[in-house]
């Protein structure tokens, strides 16, 4: 049971690359959320996944796009990487309604130069 | 949308002493605040969480108090020892069908030997 695991661990990428940021969780898990974590801002949520076949925008979706491919993965797409983008990102899934404790991955340290 | 106040940013306190860890909700319709902890590098892990119908929950060393009116819980760690050394995340929640949690901006917390 591995729970939830990110790849990359890590990715240097230049300005205008674009990437894909995956996850996958075996806890058949119904929500699945990415966030992004930078000092002293706490986890901001990006996009998050209710169910298989929906997604949401969270509090700071944009310059980001997801896909919820299956109710095991959900991958966070930049399509063009900018500098504000360097951050850590975190996926993270949770049973949903009153099953509430959400499990993060690893998380991903971007750094877009 | 809800917003997550935390106070302080950064606590130091003596092994063997109490820390306090304060948040502050905007929306009265949260009724689930969990509190991660981060150690350094790591991910975010729930350590204890509390329910708008219950006005206190303990674990051990850890205690969370919630007050509803004033839109306020707190984290109480007693006897501290320096493995509680992380950074500590409160959160919060509406009842929906993704339960995305608001998380609060962090508290670095010390244990000094």
């Known amino acids: 049971n591995a729970g939830v695991t990110q790849t990359p661990k890590f990715q240097v990428l230049k300005t205008g690359q674009s990437m894909t940021l995956q996850c996958a969780q075996d806890m058949n898990h119904n929500s699945m959320y990415w966030y992004r974590q930078d000092p002293g801002m706490g986890l901001r949520l990006i996009y998050y996944?209710?169910?298989?076949?929906?997604?949401d925008k969270g509090e700071v979706p944009n310059g980001y796009n997801v896909s919820r491919l299956n109710k095991r993965e959900f991958s966070l797409r930049l399509e063009s990487a900018a500098p504000s983008q360097t951050s850590v990102y975190f996926c993270?899934?949770?049973?949903?309604?009153?099953?509430?404790?959400?499990?993060f991955g690893q998380g991903t340290r971007l750094t877009v130069v | 949308g809800e917003n997550v106040e935390q106070h302080p940013s950064t606590l130091s306190v003596q092994e063997g002493d109490s820390a306090v860890i304060k948040c502050t909700y905007s929306?009265?319709?949260?009724?689930?605040f969990p509190w991660y902890k981060q150690e350094l590098g790591k991910r975010p892990q729930l350590i204890i969480d509390?329910?708008?119908?219950?006005g206190e929950k303990k674990d051990q060393r850890i205690a969370v108090t919630l007050n509803k009116t004033a839109k306020h819980f707190s984290l109480h760690i007693t006897e501290t020892q320096p493995e509680d050394s992380a950074v500590y995340f409160c959160?919060?929640?509406?009842?929906?069908?993704?339960?995305?949690?608001?998380f609060g901006s962090g508290t670095q917390l010390t244990v000094l030997p």
């Open positions: 959160a919060a929640s509406t009842a929906g069908s993704a339960r995305q949690l608001t």
């Open positions: 993270a899934s949770s049973a949903g309604r009153r099953n509430t404790e959400a499990f």
């Open positions: 929306d009265s319709a949260s009724n689930y």
């Open positions: 509390i329910r708008s119908n219950v």
């Open positions: 996944s209710a169910s298989e076949g929906t997604t």
